[in-house]
């Protein structure tokens, strides 16, 4: 159970998909840098000064999937990856990956923007970890994740020994494999994971979309779902979208239609595809040159 925060928290209750259909997770959210309660983040010893850091604006849970927003200048970001470094698990992942991050409220309502990410899986969000593939797309242990651009300029980065960098890439070549799961929880979720990594990336695009023939409709309806988030690139997807209108899953064929609309209506951004690849491979020179 939830131990009570030190702050008033909305409560909600989220209808998440699983692999039987549908089911209420029990979550929370809370806005500003409010210190939260550390008899709820005994899994990550020495992990409360990065959780309350003055730059958190935004922090959620559900069924034990803590994630932490920050936003702020270099001199926050490294002061938070000096306490990070200091988090007594066995591993503490630094994540790299192109900016700026944004982040919605679970209503909708309101939209934050964030600079690094912090998350840790625990409670009942840990099943995840034990089924096939999952440990390929989620973390046993916290992930600190940058987003770079904007005001966090990536060669003022400072990362503390204690940590392991990583790039988005690495992070997509992971999730791939768990898109290979048996499982089809791990399966289904993975799409949107992936999606969410890199919205340019065809090769993610091609991975989607070879979900849409799924034998499990719930892979599938994630799929759909997830595949208009690569705006006018999930094009090509569009032919197996349209098989998947021939089917007598309601939920799955309303969908698709949603789907196909979107993306026939998106536009090309190419400005902000080039930046975006300009920051990956920014990325991957400066991880090359902090690993060599």
Request: charged content about 25%; hydrophobic content about 40%; glycine content about 8%.
């Amino acid at each position: 159970m939830k131990t009570a925060m030190l702050k008033p928290v909305m409560l909600v209750l989220l209808l998440v998909a699983v692999c039987c259909g549908t089911a209420w997770a029990l979550g929370e959210e809370d806005f500003g840098n409010e210190p939260l309660n550390a008899a709820n983040f005994t899994s990550w010893p020495g992990v409360m000064p990065v959780v309350n850091h003055p730059s958190r604006v935004y922090h959620t849970w559900v069924n034990g999937n803590e994630q932490c927003y920050y936003q702020g200048d270099m001199a926050a970001l490294n002061d938070c990856l000096l306490k990070f470094a200091e988090v007594q698990t066995e591993a503490r992942d630094v994540v790299l990956r192109p900016g700026p991050g944004e982040v919605s409220s679970f209503d909708g309502s309101r939209k934050m923007p964030f600079s690094w990410h912090l998350q840790m899986f625990g409670g009942v969000s840990k099943y995840l970890l034990r089924l096939e593939g999952g440990n390929k797309v989620w973390s046993d242990h916290p992930v600190l994740t940058i987003y770079t651009g904007g005001a966090i300029d990536l060669d003022k980065i400072e990362i503390s020994k204690g940590v392991t960098l990583r790039s988005i890439n690495e992070v997509k070549k992971r999730t791939l494999e768990g898109l290979k799961s048996k499982d089809k929880t791990v399966r289904g979720w993975s799409a949107g994971v992936l999606v969410s990594l890199d919205r340019y990336d065809p090769a993610s695009r091609d991975a989607v979309a070879a979900l849409l023939s799924d034998p499990d409709n719930w892979v599938r309806l994630n799929a759909v779902h997830s595949l208009p988030t690569f705006g006018k690139l999930a094009q090509p997807a569009l032919p197996l979208l349209r098989e998947n209108l021939k089917t007598d899953d309601k939920s799955l064929k309303e969908a698709a239609q949603e789907s196909i609309r979107k993306i026939e209506q998106a536009t090309a951004t190419p400005d902000s595809e080039r930046q975006h690849q300009q920051q990956l491979e920014k990325i991957d020179r400066f991880v090359a040159t902090k690993l060599g």
